[in-house]
């Protein structure tokens, strides 16, 4: 399991600012079993690298002291969210969460798709991908980082990946409807057809008005 080492906050306010100059991000910590919640500060790029071996649905062991010489207090967290500069894309902000360990949580979790569909290299086809997240329900030590899908069984236009066929890892299920598709590979008469469709659309409703005014014109008399 991942390992991350925060430090109690105690810059709060506009000072904030100053963590964030000096490589450090504001976090807080809240779950079900913690009375008050905490407000920590972490390293930047230690998170990072974290965050993207783990993303929102694998636990972290989090580490928190108050000073480097402490001893740490030990909590199973997940990443619950984090904020961005809507400006700069830089993280500015990190909830952690604590769940309760015998009870399963809800969490959205990427596909990743796999492989190439022969419809696509033999057929000319190009892979849709309808759905690139689901919601699935687990133990919190159940939950996978993602949900591998592999397209090679994509062979023609009318093979389909349904919800139903996603490989779910033992314990954890989803409660979206069976029967909705994942990803399919579309014809090249489909994709300029649906490429097409805006123009159409403006073309008939250009077509529908003037009919529209031409008819207005032949009921309304002239003047005399």
Do not use: C, W
């Not at 030990?74 to 009870?103: A, K």
């Not at 689901?134 to 023609?156: G, N």
């Amino acid at each position: 399991m991942l390992t991350l080492s925060v430090k109690i906050r105690k810059t709060f306010g506009k000072k904030v600012r100053d963590l964030r100059e000096d490589g450090l991000i504001p976090a807080i910590l809240y779950g079900p079993d913690i009375k008050d919640f905490m407000l920590l500060e972490t390293n930047h790029k230690e998170f990072s690298k974290i965050y993207k071996e783990a993303g929102e649905s694998s636990l972290v062991s989090l580490d928190v002291r108050e000073n480097d010489k402490d001893k740490a207090t030990n909590f199973l967290v997940l990443v619950h969210s984090i904020e961005r500069d809507p400006l700069t894309d830089d993280l500015i902000h990190i909830d952690f969460y604590q769940p309760r360990m015998g009870e399963e949580i809800e969490v959205e979790v990427p596909i990743i798709f796999e492989g190439e569909a022969p419809a696509v290299k033999e057929l000319g086809g190009t892979l849709v991908k309808n759905i690139a997240q689901i919601e699935v329900k687990a133990l919190p030590t159940k939950l996978p980082k993602e949900i591998i899908v592999k397209v090679d069984s994509l062979k023609t236009f009318d093979d389909r990946i349904l919800v139903k066929d996603l490989p779910l890892p033992e314990g954890v299920k989803t409660q979206k409807d069976p029967e909705e598709i994942v990803v399919l590979v579309a014809s090249p008469e489909n994709i300029e057809e649906e490429l097409g469709k805006p123009i159409e659309e403006k073309v008939e409703g250009v077509e529908k008005i003037e009919k529209d005014e031409k008819a207005s014109e032949e009921e309304t008399p002239g003047e005399e």
